[in-house]
């Protein structure tokens, strides 16, 4: 059995999340590959150095192709050379034409309920490449019951048709150099947003919460982590507007040093967003003993369980209450330290991994079923 994988997503020098999703998946099947279930992984671009050795039964296929890799270049090379007997796409897009059975990982709807966080030529593959990779594959992997249920609901999908397969979690990092500038700009008690600026991350929220809790506790700054999404500018009017750019502190992209720092350095780590289909900066904010406050929207609630406080996305004031109540009850905050540590165990790549390759040899066995 030869297992073809889509490996783009990997291909790429700063990950965020679906990259890492992939990266972990082909450590994986490099792990597991052997005589009988091998692997080819389809390229754009010649794989980085990070990226899993080859070996005798895991091997990289360049297939040269700027635009529309996947719905010309990629089917092209597949038809001509059929050297797989199923495909895997880690992320929404499968080959126009495929001469093999295909399993597909959608990670979220976002792009249908907030088409205007997207440029206009991405939002046009992902609602109409999207459409067609739901309608033509074998078989779906949702990576949560609330993705699972968007599916269903906006494509008419049997549920039988998907798995739920968990995104996993690990990252050990050291605080090692790097830091010393971080230390001296943010040396005051600190709130802490990890994530793209975006009008669906619900930034605005945030901003205006902070600045009512910022009254009551104005040693507090708010550092907003992430790299400029889609119509960010709104984000930067609000903190001018509130008058708090002297208090709110925008980083863009940080490095996974930087980022270690900040999750283990803040009052609290907060999640506003209004719509998520997994969610793991929750996750990554427990692993490093920091205190979640998440939007109760979407999948945030199934992925933070009891180990987060919760809040309405669209109140400010429910979001400053909450700031409060973990400010002045210190035992709270501790709690969910602890119920953070307790739920970042239940997600590994590991079982990510396991899980998906189980779905992807059952697809090919069940094929003249």
Known sequence: M????????????????????????????????????RFVVYLKNKPLEDLPKENSNFKYRVVPGKFLWSQVFLP????????????????????????????????????????????????????????????????????????????VKEYDVDENKIEVIYNGYEKDIKILGGTNKFKSVFNKPFILYVGTLQPRKNIATLIQSFAMFNKIYPTYELIIAGKKGWMYKQIFNEVVDLGLDKKV????YVSDKQLAFLYRNAFCFVLPSLYEGFGIPILEAMSFDCPVISS????????????????DPKNPNDLKEKFI??????NLRKDLIIKGKKRVKNFSWESCAKQTLDVIIKAYEDKDN
């Open 2 to 37: 030869i297992i073809g994988v889509d490996g783009n997503e990997a291909n790429v020098t700063k990950r965020v999340g679906v990259s890492f999703y992939c990266l972990n998946l082909l450590y994986y099947f490099k792990k597991k590959s052997h005589e009988k279930i």
């Open 76 to 151: 092209l090379d597949l038809l001509i050379h059929r050297k797989i007997n199923i495909f895997f796409s880690p992320a929404h897009y499968t080959p126009k034409f495929c001469p093999v059975p295909t399993i597909v990982t959608i990670h979220d709807l976002s792009f249908l309920y907030y088409p205007g966080d997207f440029l206009k030529k991405d939002l046009y593959k992902l609602v109409n490449w999207t459409k067609e990779s739901i309608k033509k594959v074998n078989k779906i992997i949702a990576v949560s019951k609330t993705t699972k249920k968007d599916i």
């Open 249 to 252: 502190f925008f980083t863009d």
């Open 296 to 311: 109760f929207s979407s999948s945030l609630s199934e992925i933070g369980s009891d180990a987060c406080l919760y809040f």
């Open 325 to 330: 109540e973990l400010k002045e009850n210190d």
